[in-house]
């Protein structure tokens, strides 16, 4: 299997076994974390989370959409250091609407389904996140690159 495609298998795998991730948005420079619930994309060229409009990411993305997303596999042990994995995706956030919306819905309610009450709230809003780059951690400080193309 080339390397890429072993990435790529590492991603999914670990995108599957994680139902949370940390959201990092900003507002005039200043960094803000958000714990939330995330799919990604089979292509992996996105990742999708929903969040009420009234909140501050919401409302720090409507003023940039930058973003960072980290998923990791720590369970907090000391052996996470060495052992845990982590993938950092960075791009762009944008919210979703019709037709593409009920695409990602679906992908979203597939990993969440508890959350389905809360996705069809006229509040929430169903955001995807055009990843750019995604930075892969393994083994303490072994890092690569995977770019991705639009």
């Known amino acids: 299997?080339?390397?890429?495609?072993?990435?790529?298998?590492?991603?999914?795998?670990?995108?599957?076994?994680?139902?949370l991730a940390v959201l990092a948005t900003h507002n005039q420079g200043?960094?803000?974390a958000?714990?939330?619930?995330?799919?990604?994309?089979?292509?992996?060229k996105h990742l999708v989370f929903a969040t009420t409009r009234a909140t501050r990411k919401f409302s720090n993305l409507t003023a940039d959409s930058r973003?960072?997303?980290l998923v990791d596999t720590r369970t907090n042990q000391d052996?996470?250091?060495r052992s845990a994995m982590a993938a950092t995706a960075t791009g762009t956030a944008e919210e979703v609407h019709d037709?593409?919306?009920e695409v990602l819905r679906e992908i979203y309610l597939e990993k969440h389904p508890h959350l389905k009450d809360f996705l069809h709230s006229p509040t929430c809003a169903l955001l995807r996140i055009k990843v750019d780059t995604y930075y892969?951690?393994?083994r303490f400080q072994k890092v690569v690159e995977i770019h991705v193309t639009p």
């Open 1 to 19: 299997m080339a390397e890429a495609e072993e990435l790529k298998l590492l991603l999914k795998q670990l995108f599957e076994s994680q139902k």
């Open 34 to 44: 958000s714990l939330v619930a995330f799919a990604a994309t089979p292509d992996l």
């Open 30 to 32: 200043q960094p803000y």
């Open 136 to 138: 892969l951690v393994r």
């Open 99 to 101: 037709p593409v919306r």
């Open 79 to 81: 052996s996470d250091i």
């Open 67 to 69: 973003v960072a997303m």
